[in-house]
């Protein structure tokens, strides 16, 4: 979840009185934006590792999966959903997992070249493999909803990140941080699909 807004208001709300509902200042005062990167149990519908920096980099979100992994010893087989972005099929991605499945970095090939590594395809292909330890999922293009974590994402912006002030950068991140804990102990459960698999019109 890129480009959150650490907006404050500029002046408090005013509060709900019989008859009149709350009032929001419309004028704020920004203190940039951070990215938050979650992990999200779908079997559970619990947030189980997050990451919140101010850049949304290849090398962020494999230094998101090595804590994820990390702190999650016990699990054996990893099954991760996500779109088609670049940086969920990047050089640095293919390299970790090549050293958790104890592949030779000399046998991946040169990024744009040649092997594994030539393209976002040969990449995409190889971090697909059901044989590793974690296997990556891609939803289809333009089909990023089918990712639950969507769901959770505006469960954030509509609970949170619309109805909060924030002072700074550190108070939004402490605040997402402070929710997801909430979240995890009080809201938490499994998502049910209610689409039924008919055919979607235009």
């Not at 408090?12 to 005062?29: A, H, N, Q, T, V």
């Not at 990451?51 to 949304?56: E, L, N, P, V, W």
């Not at 505006?154 to 939004?172: N, T």
Request: hydrophobic content about 40%.
């Amino acid at each position: 979840m890129t480009g959150i807004q650490a907006l404050e208001r500029q002046f408090p709300d005013k509060p709900m009185k019989p008859g009149e509902s709350l009032k929001r200042e419309f004028e704020y005062i920004r203190h940039g934006t951070q990215t938050l990167i979650a992990s999200f149990d779908v079997s559970s519908g619990k947030i189980i590792h997050e990451s919140i920096g101010k850049t949304r980099t290849e090398l962020d979100f494999v230094e998101h999966l090595k804590q994820m992994y990390k702190a999650n010893p016990n699990i054996v087989k990893w099954h991760l959903v996500m779109d088609c972005l670049n940086i969920h099929q990047s050089e640095s991605l293919v390299r970790w997992i090549a050293s958790i499945e104890g592949i030779s970095a000399f046998t991946l090939g040169r990024k744009g070249q040649s092997g594994i590594l030539q393209s976002m395809e040969t990449r995409a292909n190889f971090l697909s493999n059901s044989e590793h330890k974690i296997v990556f999922n891609y939803t289809p293009k333009h089909c990023s909803w089918l990712n639950q974590i969507e769901i959770w994402f505006s469960i954030v912006a509509r609970k949170l990140l619309k109805r909060s002030s924030f002072d700074s950068q550190g108070d939004l991140a402490a605040k997402i941080f402070d929710f997801i804990a909430y979240y995890n102990d009080k809201m938490a459960k499994p998502f049910k699909w209610t689409y039924k698999g008919k055919a979607l019109t235009a």
